[in-house]
C-alpha cells in the first residue's frame, strides 16, 4: 500500500481534487490519498474551519462553493516533467486540432512555474524523442470538436467515407472517443442504421454540429464494449485443433497457421462471380452494395453479426474463375430476401491464419499473395475458402481477420 501523505500535503491535495470535480465522495478522497473515511471526515472539518467554503451534500459528497476559486496550484518538478512528456507524445498524434489546443493549454501552465522550473523542462523537452508517428502525419481535425459533441450531447452530421470507399452521410449522436495505435475513433449512435457504430475520425470528410441536443445515454463505454463484446463473439463454432503450422514464404515472411475442423453452417447474402484479373474490382463493388444497403440488417435468421466473404466454385486453382459470396451465417435458408443468394457448406478440415492491423493498408489481400505463394506447402482442396470479420475486425486499424483455407 502507498505510504499516506503528511497532513498538510493531503489537505491541499483534497482542495486540489475538490476543485477538479463536481462532487466527491468521501470513499473516493480515502481511496485517493490512502487513509480511512474517518480521517477524511476529519480533514474536511479541518478545512471548514479554515475558511474553505465546502458544500456537504448528505448521502452524495462534498463540493466548492460555486464561483469560489483557490490561487493558481505550483507544480512539483516531477508534475512538470510529466507535463513535458505527454506534450511529446501529443506532438505526434494524428489529430491537428488535439495537438493545436494541447499546445496552447501547456503555454499557459509553463507561465506559471518558477523560472528555474522553466529551465529545466525547456531542457527535458530537448531530451525527448517519441519515435511514433516519424513523418508527424496530421490525418484528421475533428477531435476537438467532437468531444464538445461528447460533453454537450449536441447532435452532429458526417460525411463518412468508409474503407470500402462508401460514402455516406449520417446524424450521429457522439458517444465517446478512443484512440488506437495510429487513429481516434468515434463511437456514435447512428440515426440511419439505429445502432452504434464505430467511426475512424481520419475517414470523416465533413462534420457539422447541430444545435438540437439529444439525451445521454445511460451506459458507460465499458458497459458498450461489454455488449459489443457478447454481440460479436458469437462467430462460428470453430473448435481448435492443438496442431499448429508455420510456413516460410519465398520472401522470407513466416505464417503461422492452425489446423482447425468447422461444423456445417448457411450463409445468406450476395454474390459476385469473378477470377483471379478482375477480383479487386468484383470484390470492391459487392463490399460497396453490402454496406451502402445495409443487407446484414436484411438477412433472416441471422445467427451471427460477423461478416463472411466467401470464395468458392472455383473453376481450377486460384488462377480460375470463382464465386465470392458476402452475407452473414443463418439458421436456417428457409427465406431468402430477394436479390440474395443462400447456400450450404459442409465444413470439414481447414488451415487458419490471421491478418493483423490496419485494413486500409491491405492486409487481408498481403495474407492472400503469401498463401499464393504456399500452394504446394498448402495443399488446398478448393472447395471454399472464407475470412471473417467480426469482434476483432470492429477497429478498422488495429483489426484481426481470420482466414479459412479449406485443404
Not at 447474402?269 to 453490402?290: C, P
Not at 431468402?336 to 490496419?358: C, E, L, N, R
Not at 491491405?362 to 504456399?374: C, E, H, Q, R, T
Request: charged residues 25%; glycine residues 4%.
Amino acid at each position: 500500500m502507498q505510504k499516506a501523505k503528511p497532513r498538510l500535503a493531503r489537505l491541499t491535495a483534497i482542495l486540489t481534487q475538490l476543485q477538479s470535480k463536481k462532487l466527491l465522495t468521501a470513499r473516493a478522497i480515502a481511496e485517493k490519498h490512502q487513509v480511512s473515511i474517518r480521517t477524511i471526515y476529519r480533514d474536511i472539518r479541518t478545512l471548514e474551519q479554515s475558511g474553505i467554503p465546502i458544500i456537504t451534500e448528505e448521502g452524495k459528497g462534498y463540493s466548492l462553493m460555486p464561483n469560489y476559486q483557490l490561487p493558481p496550484i505550483m507544480l512539483t518538478e516531477a508534475e512538470a516533467n510529466a507535463l513535458i512528456t505527454a506534450e511529446q507524445l501529443v506532438l505526434k498524434n494524428k489529430d491537428e486540432s488535439f495537438v493545436k489546443h494541447y499546445q496552447e493549454a501547456i503555454i499557459k501552465i509553463k507561465a506559471t512555474l518558477r523560472s528555474n522550473d522553466k529551465e529545466k523542462v525547456n531542457l527535458l523537452k530537448e531530451r525527448i524523442q517519441i519515435r511514433a508517428n516519424p513523418k508527424n502525419e496530421k490525418t484528421s481535425n475533428y477531435l476537438v470538436q467532437l468531444q464538445s459533441t461528447i460533453t454537450n450531447c449536441n447532435l452532429a452530421q458526417i460525411e463518412y467515407l468508409s474503407l470500402q470507399g462508401a460514402q455516406s452521410h449520417r446524424t450521429i449522436e457522439p458517444f465517446a472517443l478512443y484512440s488506437t495505435q495510429s487513429n481516434w475513433i468515434l463511437v456514435a449512435f447512428c440515426r440511419k442504421r439505429q445502432d452504434f457504430r464505430a467511426f475512424r475520425l481520419d475517414r470523416i470528410q465533413k462534420l457539422y454540429t447541430q444545435s438540437a441536443c439529444f439525451q445521454p445515454h445511460q451506459m458507460t463505454l465499458l458497459e458498450y464494449f461489454e455488449q459489443c463484446r457478447e454481440k460479436y463473439e458469437n462467430t462460428p463454432d470453430i473448435p481448435l485443433s492443438s496442431d499448429t503450422f508455420t510456413f516460410a514464404t519465398s520472401n522470407q515472411n513466416k505464417i503461422q497457421m492452425q489446423k482447425v475442423t468447422i461444423k456445417p453452417f448457411h450463409i445468406i447474402g450476395i454474390a459476385v462471380r469473378t477470377s483471379h484479373e478482375d477480383a479487386m474490382k468484383d470484390i470492391t463493388s459487392l463490399w460497396q452494395q453490402w454496406m451502402s444497403q445495409n443487407l446484414a440488417e436484411k438477412i433472416p435468421n441471422k445467427v451471427s453479426p460477423a461478416v463472411y466473404s466467401i470464395y468458392t466454385d472455383y473453376e481450377s486453382d486460384y488462377t480460375g474463375a470463382y464465386t465470392t459470396i458476402l452475407g452473414c451465417q443463418a439458421g436456417n435458408l428457409d427465406a431468402i430476401p430477394a436479390g440474395m443468394v443462400g447456400h450450404s457448406f459442409d465444413g470439414g478440415t481447414y488451415q487458419k491464419m490471421t491478418a493483423k492491423g490496419d485494413l486500409s493498408e491491405g492486409i487481408v489481400y498481403n495474407a492472400w499473395n503469401d498463401i499464393w505463394k504456399m500452394e504446394k506447402e498448402l495443399n488446398r482442396a478448393y472447395t471454399a475458402d472464407f475470412e471473417i470479420y467480426g469482434e476483432r475486425a470492429m477497429n478498422p486499424s488495429d483489426a484481426e481477420v481470420d482466414i479459412f483455407l479449406a485443404v
